[in-house]
């Protein structure tokens, strides 16, 4: 396939790194003069110096003859003009990010006074979701649901005092309905085999029923005390969108917000929640409010440093979880080794949910794991395929990729060596980034 990107920040960047290495053709477009020069050094792609709005720019990249248009740049207005251009010449599927509410009808549709938009990626919203998955995984830090909620995967920090650390895989006495499927040890994604040694540093990924899961997290974590009371710093739209399922979820919130009006509002709106105007990094005015041994502290005040500062800040006064929004990649993967519990990635969120749009039709949904480490890929069976009918063990799969969960008729199975995929029957694979389009090609047509 063509694929068209508009903006080479972050997201657009790996978007086009993922797509260019599953050998698809890739043309990238950016206004700024540093990101045009690091994509053209760095990706086998058209890369163009221009407005992605453009239409000029637009004609430039051969607009007319690709298949799929993402537009993912800062501006709500570029993305959507560049999507409503590239459908009037006909190209058959458009994605754009839009931060803004005003431009949507829910999170997933844009108004109708503007068409030639087929998907819309909404940050804030999927943020909130992912902080609210977080509350009810204590020891999580990411957690992730496939095949309708059926199946749930959690990315956990092995704790130092754990009775797992120093034993292999295959002596840990983990729930009969999870996987552990991966192992991230530094920079280094492994699939394990059962005689693989758990660390005390060691991030690891849990696949199976949600039950079973929450049971071998807190297990690992020793994170066993559910969520009861929670602080929040930020109430801006991504603040309100988590304080809101937060809410929903009978979780006792206190609000930070240093904005008059900001506050005002969000007390106003909300229906339990006490909600101070303050800055909310005080070690003073934090102990007032609880700080100490409270189950979650969030930092989303759209400022990546203040959200560190503040998480920081929170946990060394006692608290007993820290969450910070960071937008910077070079921030996230820094944050797990300085004290903060778990990073939630804007920018990698939205990767993922594009990524799941554009995959083939077999591909249902895509996670990308910490410092793109890997996928996981929620992939149906297809008829015909590589591995419809035959046991697990007798398919010649990718040594970095494993499959965890297999969704059947009779319901959830973690996969084993003599599991049978069947047509129709969804599996979640866990893959190194490298073997992802093999994957993909075993389970297909």
């Known amino acids: 396939m063509y694929i068209v990107i508009v903006g080479a920040g972050e997201v657009g960047f790996h ?3 993922v797509l260019i290495q599953e050998g698809h053709d890739v043309a990238v477009i950016d206004r700024d003069p540093e990101r045009y020069r690091t994509a053209s050094e760095e990706l086998d792609a058209l890369v163009l110096l221009g407005n992605g709005a453009s239409k000029s720019t637009l004609r430039e990249a051969n607009i007319a003859r690709a298949n799929i248009l993402i537009a993912v740049t800062d501006a709500d207005e570029v993305n959507m003009v560049a999507c409503m251009a590239a459908k009037h010449v006909g190209v058959p599927l458009t994605i754009a990010r839009i931060r803004s509410v005003d431009y949507l009808d829910d999170v997933r549709s844009v108004s109708r006074e503007f068409t030639g938009i087929d998907y819309v990626i909404q940050p804030e919203g999927a943020v909130a979701e992912e902080v609210a998955k977080l509350a009810e995984f204590p020891g999580a830090v990411d957690v992730g649901a496939f095949a309708d909620e059926q199946v749930t995967m959690a990315e956990i920090q092995v704790d130092p005092q754990s009775e797992a650390v120093g034993k292999p895989l295959m002596a840990l006495g983990l729930p009969r309905n999870v996987l552990l499927t991966a192992v991230l040890r530094g920079d280094s994604m492994s699939i394990p085999t059962g ?3 758990l660390r005390e540093a060691d991030r690891v990924f849990l696949v199976g029923k949600r039950q079973g899961v929450l049971k071998a997290a807190a297990m690992l974590s020793l994170h ?3 969520t009861r009371r929670a602080i929040l710093l930020g109430c801006g739209e991504m603040g309100m969108r988590i304080a809101r399922l937060l809410e929903e979820r009978d979780i006792r919130l206190t609000i930070f917000e240093k904005d008059e009006r900001r506050a005002l509002e969000a007390a106003s709106q909300l229906r339990k929640a006490l909600v101070l105007h303050d800055e909310g990094i005080g070690e003073s005015v934090l102990l007032q409010e609880g700080v100490e041994g409270v189950d979650l502290f969030i930092a989303a005040t759209g400022d990546d440093r203040l ?11 006692g608290a007993a979880r820290t969450i910070a929004i960071v937008e910077r990649a070079e921030f996230s993967a820094i944050l797990q080794s300085v004290g903060v519990d778990a990073a939630i990635s804007p920018r990698r969120i939205t990767a993922s949910t594009i990524l799941g749009f554009i995959r083939s039709g077999d591909v249902l949904s895509v996670a990308l794991l910490e410092r793109s480490a890997g996928e996981v890929l929620e992939v149906v069976v297809a008829e015909g395929s590589a591995v419809a009918g035959k046991r697990l063990r007798d398919i010649r799969f990718p040594a970095d990729a494993i499959v965890g969960v297999l969704v059947q ?5 973690v996969a084993h060596g003599s ?3 069947q047509p129709g029957d969804r599996a979640i ?3 190194l980034p490298e073997v992802v389009p093999e994957v993909e090609k075993l389970f297909a047509h």
């Open 15 to 17: 978007i086009a790194t």
């Open 195 to 197: 005689d693989t040694t």
């Open 224 to 226: 066993m005390r559910p």
């Open 307 to 317: 959200n560190i500062l503040a998480s920081l800040q929170a946990k060394r006064l």
């Open 409 to 413: 008729a009779d319901g959830v199975h």
């Open 419 to 421: 599991s049978v995929p």
């Open 429 to 431: 694979v866990f893959a």
